[in-house]
């Protein structure tokens, strides 16, 4: 067990491969790391850089709930820091902010910063405001809006709801985007929505997505780094399940300072952008840690741990350079969304017409690459293998249960 005397962090949402690079590089500094989660068997608990561990209630049921058990657990377990990790927890933890006022420091930016990443429409305006170059879009709220906007933009459209996650009396709502080839899909895909969330409809941007990733305070950068998605889950475009580090690039870069900047960010946060044929099109902020930070990590770039020290320390001189040298070309598995995409794949599913489906063959070369002796992954680790473990149980099982409902 680490020295008590050492820094105490809790890291929330334990079983992502985002929340153990946390546990990881700060457990390898011989910080007292308390792993939390809802789920019991949660991959981070098994972790050798985790010295305690903490269970919450499920936050989509009760996100209070989950408030009280971490504030408790901050007051009893002395928490220097509090790192939350998914939207579950970031945003019933920012709303109770004042609650952890002179508890603990909480990993969190600046609320109405934040506020202004979680509205996709906010962060469109910041854009334009920015001369960032962003997707034509419409902000629409029934059916027959979003059909006189869809004949304008063009089809393919994209359906966007304003917000991905919402709070509601009974927990927090989640939206998924959504793809519609002509009017007569985007009717039926609008109906879903109608009363429930405003969505902004957009052109579909055909490219690579590259997502620039920070650390800042106060809109100054501190550190930054870049990949580009190699693939993706869903197949029409989400998390990313393979991906690879790429040279940062200045246009991106200076696109998602600007932006960063201009909400005077502090904290962790990444800018997603779509690369194609008439340049880059801004997709999103994301202000929480990134699903893909445990390639950062591998690539040499260790946001957690200088997370931390801004934290607890504070941020570097002024006249600090942002670091910004990171090993190029490395690639990462996350190995649940993988097993996703190649059964997606092979079983020839085309959820979306108007998109382009991976073929068979590319596949199988996935799944290959999957047992290739260099092969990198967000959990399996040679020198801390129980998360990787925990994790292979847990995809065998859902694997199992899909099998047992007939896929």
């Not at 050798?48 to 408030?67: A, G, K």
């Not at 709801?161 to 709070?167: G, I, L, T, Y």
């Not at 405003?198 to 106060?218: S, Y």
Request: charged share 25%; with cysteine; aromatic share 4%.
């Amino acid at each position: 067990m680490a020295d008590r005397r050492a820094p105490r962090v809790l890291v929330t949402d334990a079983g992502r491969g985002s929340a153990i690079a946390v546990i990881r590089s700060l457990g390898r500094r011989g910080w007292h790391v308390i792993a939390a989660d809802a789920d019991p068997r949660s991959p981070g608990f098994y972790s050798r850089f985790t010295s305690e561990r903490l269970r919450y209630p499920r936050p989509q049921r009760d996100p209070q709930e989950v408030v009280e058990a971490l504030l408790v657990a901050t007051r009893e377990r002395g928490v220097d820091l509090l790192v939350p990790v998914t939207d579950e927890i970031v945003l019933p933890l920012s709303a109770a902010r004042e609650r952890f006022a002179g508890l603990t420091t909480l990993a969190l930016p600046d609320a109405a910063a934040l506020a202004a990443t979680g509205d996709k429409l906010a962060t469109l305006q910041l854009a334009e405001r920015l001369g960032v170059p962003t997707p034509r879009t419409r902000l629409v709220e029934t059916v027959g809006a979003a059909v006189s906007a869809g004949a304008e933009i063009g089809f393919p459209v994209v359906l966007k709801p304003r917000a991905s996650r919402a709070r509601h009396a009974d927990g927090l709502r989640a939206f998924e985007v959504a793809y519609a080839a002509d009017e007569a899909e985007l009717r039926a895909r609008m109906r879903r929505l109608e009363g429930r969330s405003p969505v902004l409809l957009q052109e579909l941007c055909r490219g690579e997505g590259h997502g620039v990733e920070l650390l800042l305070h106060r809109g100054r950068p501190l550190a930054a780094f870049q990949h580009r998605r190699l693939r993706e889950v869903p197949l029409t475009g989400g998390a990313s399940a393979y991906r690879e580090s790429v040279p940062l690039d200045p246009l991106l870069y200076g696109q998602a300072v600007r932006l960063l900047a201009a909400l005077e960010w502090s904290g962790l946060a990444m800018v997603e952008f779509k690369v194609g044929p008439d340049g880059p099109r801004l997709m999103e902020i994301n202000g929480r840690i990134w699903g893909s930070l445990p390639l950062a990590v591998a690539s040499g770039m260790d946001f957690p741990a200088r997370m931390a020290d801004l934290y607890l320390s504070g941020p570097p001189d002024d006249a600090a350079a942002p670091a910004t040298t990171y090993r190029i070309g490395v690639r990462a598995h996350n190995l649940e969304l993988e097993v996703v995409w190649i059964g997606s794949v092979l079983a020839g599913r085309r959820r979306q017409r108007s998109l382009p489906r991976p073929r068979r063959r590319d596949a199988l070369a996935a799944a290959a690459s999957l047992v290739s002796p260099s092969a990198r992954y967000d959990i399996l680790a040679c020198d801390d293998p129980r998360p990787g473990a925990a994790e292979i149980l847990k995809i065998a099982a859902r694997v199992t249960r899909k099998l047992g409902r007939g896929g």
